[in-house]
C-alpha cells in the first residue's frame, strides 16, 4: 500500500507535474451515496481557487437538488431528469442511468470545453451520481471514463465515509467495491479515506497493511459476514499494495496538501503506466485490423484465383468439344452455327447418312454403267 507521505514515490515527482501538464488532469469523483462526493468537491474547489488554482468543474448529478460549488457544466442544464423519468415511464435510478446516458451523446462537446481551457486550467473535476454503479456498470461511464483517459491524465477519485467503514465489514465491502472499480476503469486510482475530522483513517491503514490487525477486528466483529471478510481480506492484500490512500476532511480540508501530492503520483502512474498500455492496446488492435485486411485481401485472392481456374477448365473443355466437332463434321463453321441445339446429333448423323447412300448409289450406277459399256 503505497500512501501521499511516501518517500519513495515523492523522489519520482521531480517537479510539480500540475504545472508542467499543458492538459488539466481530470478528477473523477466517485463513492458511496453519503460518503461525502460531494462536499469534497466543494472543499477541493474552494482550496483550489484560494491557491489560485481555479479548477474547471463539472456535475454530472441529473438528480442532485442543487450544486454547492462553482459550476462550469451541468448535466441539468442539458438533461431534464423528471422529464427523461416521465418520458421513459422509468423509476429514480433509470432515469439517472438514461439521463446519463443522453448525456455521454454529447460528450465530445465537453471535451471541446475543457480543450479550450487548458491553457490555465490545471484541474478538471467530475462529481458523479450517489448511486454509484450508474457511473461504474453504464455504458455512459464507461464512455465518460475510456474517453478521458484517452486524452488527459485522469484519476479516479474514490470517496470512503470513514466513520461507516469503522466495521470491518463495511470497509471490506467498500474495499471491494474500489477493486472492482480499479480493474473496471484501470486508471490511477486513489482513497480517500474522507470525515477524518470525526475519526482518523489510521485504523483502515493499519488494517490494509497488517493483515493480521484486521483478523483481529474481524474476530471482534459477530456478524455472519466476518468469515467472508477474513478470506477476503487475503485477496485484497495484493489491491492494497498498489493502491494510494489519503485521509481527507470535506469539512476542514484537511489533508489537502497530501491529496495534491497524491493526484502528482498518480499523474506520473498514468504516464508510466497507463499511456504505455493504453497505446500497446491501440497498437495491438491496429495489428489485428491489418492482420483482418490481409486475411480477407487473401481470402479474396483465393476466391478469385479458384473462379479464373473454374473458368479456364470450362472454356477448356468447350473447346475440346469444338474441336472434336470439327474432326467428326464435315463442315465446323456449320457446326459451330448449330452447336448446342437439341437434335442437333442426330441431324447430322442422317445428313451424313444420306451422303454416302447417295455416294454408294452413284458408284453402283458407275459400275452398271461400264458394265454395259464393255463389248460382249
Ligand atoms: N463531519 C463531516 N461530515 C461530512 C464530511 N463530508 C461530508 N460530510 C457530510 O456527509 C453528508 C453527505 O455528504 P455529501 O457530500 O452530500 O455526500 P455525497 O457522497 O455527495 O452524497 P450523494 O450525492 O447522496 O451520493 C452531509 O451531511 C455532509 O455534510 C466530512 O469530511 N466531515
Not at 452398271?368 to 460382249?376: A, V
Request: net charge negative; charged share 30%; glycine share 4%.
Amino acid at each position: 500500500m503505497a500512501t501521499a507521505e511516501d518517500p519513495e514515490k515523492k523522489a519520482e515527482i521531480d517537479q510539480p507535474l500540475l504545472e508542467r501538464h499543458k492538459k488539466p488532469v481530470c478528477l473523477i469523483v466517485l463513492g458511496m451515496a453519503g460518503s461525502g462526493k460531494t462536499t469534497f468537491v466543494q472543499q477541493l474547489t474552494g482550496l483550489l481557487h484560494m491557491k489560485k488554482k481555479a479548477p474547471y468543474v463539472i456535475n454530472l448529478d441529473p438528480a442532485c437538488r442543487e450544486v454547492p460549488y462553482p459550476v462550469n457544466i451541468d448535466i441539468r442544464d442539458t438533461v431534464n431528469y423528471k422529464e427523461v423519468m416521465k418520458q421513459y415511464s422509468l423509476g429514480p435510478n433509470g432515469g439517472i442511468v438514461t439521463s446519463l446516458n443522453l448525456f455521454a451523446t454529447k460528450f465530445d462537446q465537453v471535451i471541446k470545453l475543457i480543450e479550450k481551457k487548458s491553457e490555465n486550467t490545471e484541474i478538471a473535476i467530475f462529481d458523479t451520481p450517489g448511486q454509484i454503479e450508474v457511473f461504474t456498470w453504464s455504458a455512459s461511464g464507461s464512455i465518460i471514463s475510456e474517453t478521458l483517459g484517452a486524452l488527459f491524465p485522469t484519476v479516479v477519485v474514490y470517496v470512503i465515509d470513514t466513520v461507516r467503514s469503522v466495521s470491518p465489514v463495511t470497509f471490506m465491502s467498500n474495499m471491494l467495491y474500489a477493486c472492482s472499480i480499479l480493474y473496471k476503469l484501470r486508471l490511477p486510482f486513489i482513497i480517500v479515506m474522507n470525515k477524518i475530522d470525526v475519526v482518523s483513517h489510521k485504523f483502515a491503514l493499519e488494517w490494509m497493511k497488517d493483515f493480521e490487525m484486521f483478523e483481529e477486528a474481524v474476530e471482534r466483529d459477530k456478524s455472519h459476514h466476518a468469515n467472508l471478510s477474513r478470506s477476503l481480506s487475503l485477496t485484497l492484500d495484493e489491491f492494497y499494495k498498489d493502491i494510494t490512500t489519503v485521509g481527507f476532511s470535506a469539512v476542514t480540508g484537511e489533508g489537502f496538501e497530501e491529496f495534491l501530492a497524491a493526484v502528482d503520483a498518480a499523474v506520473v502512474e498514468y504516464e508510466t503506466e497507463y499511456c504505455p498500455e493504453h497505446d500497446r492496446l491501440l497498437k495491438l488492435q491496429a495489428e489485428a485490423r491489418t492482420k483482418d485486411k490481409d486475411r480477407q485481401k487473401k481470402k479474396f485472392q483465393h476466391d478469385f484465383d479458384n473462379d479464373v481456374q473454374a473458368q479456364s477448365v470450362s472454356s477448356a473443355t468447350s473447346e475440346i468439344l469444338l474441336r472434336n466437332r470439327a474432326i467428326g463434321g464435315e463442315s465446323s463453321s456449320d457446326d459451330e452455327e448449330h452447336e448446342g441445339r437439341p437434335g442437333d446429333d442426330d441431324d447430322e448423323e442422317d445428313r451424313v447418312g444420306q451422303k454416302s447412300f447417295h455416294n454408294f448409289l452413284e458408284e453402283q450406277k458407275k459400275k452398271q454403267q461400264s458394265k454395259s459399256n464393255k463389248p460382249s
